[in-house]
């Protein structure tokens, strides 16, 4: 961060420099071209890649609990079972509905073909219903999930955002579509804030130019093939995954029009600005002082909007896993803890924690730097990965701490698998160079009681971690008294 700072102060500067001596040569004529190349180029292709950021950022949150779903053993359990507890499914998705706020939720069977809603089984899907055509897409993707804009089947004069996820049995066959729905509503709030902040008029068409949402302002014809000015360039829009343009309304005003194509509804979001005026009377040095400022700015944002775009890849990486061991981090624990706890209300189940600490992990750092040190991290999550289930989630908790949340998982069974992590740390030194760094490690281990929280669970784990410490460390401590 501190070397784009400098990266960024260094552009910044000489742009001013630069910017001073230029404004002494430039002409009234070519500050209005620039300014029009400025926003064509730059200031509306921004504005619509902010727009798009926010609708992906607004999406994680569904793709997750979604996720959440297919891989949730409750769903896969009732299905192989038989799906003879309508009733469970539906209070399963109603809560999902409640828990996250989502207008819908839903699980469609491959085997019945039924669609089941919180209010029940609302039909058996057919490949001969046009309605029903999204799933027989999901079910051929090769990806986990898709994002798709249709009618909500629960209401046939509502659009919704759905996220559709393909659920698969043990074995990794598929046994069904789940997931949530979205209301549109939330895509035209934010319409609304963009289009006050930049005061640009913003509106989505399908892909055959139909607009389907915009602003409240909007005063355009249904189709863009209707637009006087536009209508010429309608084609073109419809055919390029992004485009930039000028045309002239039927007042003769021109505008300035951004294209791209939101791939997550197969829409293209549009991006207009009507041409500014440059009055020819004004002062020069007022022309200047504003040229200036326009392009110090759009400096500023565009030389942002690269370093961001170089990050941006990563964000979703770094806000779920930790770099150094690939486990996950607090921010996944507490979000699969809701969901689980969640869960146990609607269907009690023994769920535990483990938590791990290296011991006199500071003398493994002393004596083989850091590098040895971040091997044995690494080393332990394998370790515990290889003595877990797949669906369990594994967490680096803290410098040396890990922290292990096993779902349908008594607390006798959680001690056995910490004894066996145990063992397996201290019969298996990790290789470093010529030498190999033993370790041993201790763990606390604490079941899930009613009406306990993370903080609370977590706790208990902890005391427990702390008293297998006291007792001479490289043993398994059980909150409940079960020592291993």
């Known amino acids: 961060m501190l070397q784009n700072k400098y990266y960024l102060i260094s552009v910044l500067t000489a742009t001013l420099l630069a910017g001073f001596v230029a404004t002494t040569w430039i002409s009234y004529h070519a500050a209005t071209q620039s300014l029009s190349q400025q926003v064509s180029d730059e200031t509306l292709p921004l504005t619509s890649d902010n727009v ?11 793709v997750l609990i979604s996720s959440l779903m297919a891989r ?33 939720a839903f699980f469609v069977s491959e085997r019945t073909r039924r669609y089941y809603h919180p209010t029940g089984v609302l039909k058996t899907v057919s490949a001969d219903d046009p ?10 993707l090769r990806e986990p999930y898709e994002i798709n804009i249709d009618e909500d089947t629960a209401d046939r004069s509502r659009v919704s955002v759905f996220v559709n996820y393909r659920v698969l049995d043990y074995d990794g066959k598929l046994i069904g579509v789940t997931g949530v729905g979205l209301g549109v509503d939330s895509v035209a709030r934010l319409i609304e804030t963009y289009q006050r902040r930049y005061g640009r008029t913003i509106y989505f068409v399908d892909r055959e130019g139909r607009v389907t949402l915009h602003g409240s302002d909007f005063k355009g014809a249904a189709r863009i093939q209707d637009t006087p000015g536009l209508a010429q360039r309608a084609l073109h829009v419809l055919t390029t995954p992004s485009v930039s343009f000028t045309y002239h309304r039927e007042d003769g005003q021109l505008v300035y029009l951004n294209s791209r194509l ?30 200036l400022a326009l392009a110090v700015s759009a400096v500023v944002l565009v030389a942002l909007f690269l370093t961001l775009s170089r990050y941006q890849r990563r964000l979703e990486q770094m806000a779920t896993t930790d770099h150094l061991s690939g486990a996950s981090n607090r921010q996944v624990f507490e979000i699969v803890f809701k969901h689980i706890s969640g869960g146990v209300r609607r269907d009690p189940r023994p769920v535990s924690v483990i938590l791990f600490d290296l011991d006199r992990f500071k003398e493994v750092n002393d004596t083989y730097g850091h590098a040895g040190g971040d091997l044995v991290i690494r ?14 989630t594994v967490c680096r908790w803290g410098g040396e701490e890990f922290l292990v949340l096993l779902d349908r ?11 066996n992590i145990r063992k397996a740390a201290a019969g298996d030194p990790v290789r470093f160079g010529d030498d190999r760094i033993a ?36 043993r398994v401590e059980s909150a409940e008294g079960d020592a291993g």
């Not at 798009?52 to 569904?62: A, F, G, K, N, V």
């Not at 939101?262 to 040095?285: A, C, M, N, R």
């Not at 609370?456 to 410490?469: E, M, N």
């Open 52 to 62: 798009y950021s926010e609708i992906q950022r607004d999406l994680l949150t569904p």
């Open 131 to 140: 309605g029903d055509q999204w799933y027989f897409r999901v079910r051929k």
């Open 262 to 291: 939101v791939p997550e509804f197969d829409w293209y979001l549009l991006v207009e600005q009507d041409k500014i005026p440059v009055d020819g009377v004004i002062h020069t040095s007022l022309l200047v002082n504003f040229f």
């Open 439 to 474: 370790f041993t490690v201790s763990a606390g281990v604490a079941e899930l009681r009613p009406h306990d929280t993370a903080t609370s669970l977590v706790s208990r784990a902890d005391t427990a971690l702390y008293a297998a410490k006291r007792a001479g460390r490289d």
């Open 379 to 392: 080393h332990m999550v394998r370790l515990i990965r290889q003595n877990v289930r797949d669906h369990d």
């Open 72 to 104: 949730d053993t409750f769903v896969r359990d009732w299905v192989i079972a038989g799906e003879d507890d309508i009733e469970a499914v539906t209070r399963y998705l109603a809560e999902i509905m409640d828990e996250y706020g989502t207008i819908t």
């Open 409 to 419: 998982c008594p607390i006798a069974r959680a001690v056995a698998i910490a004894e």
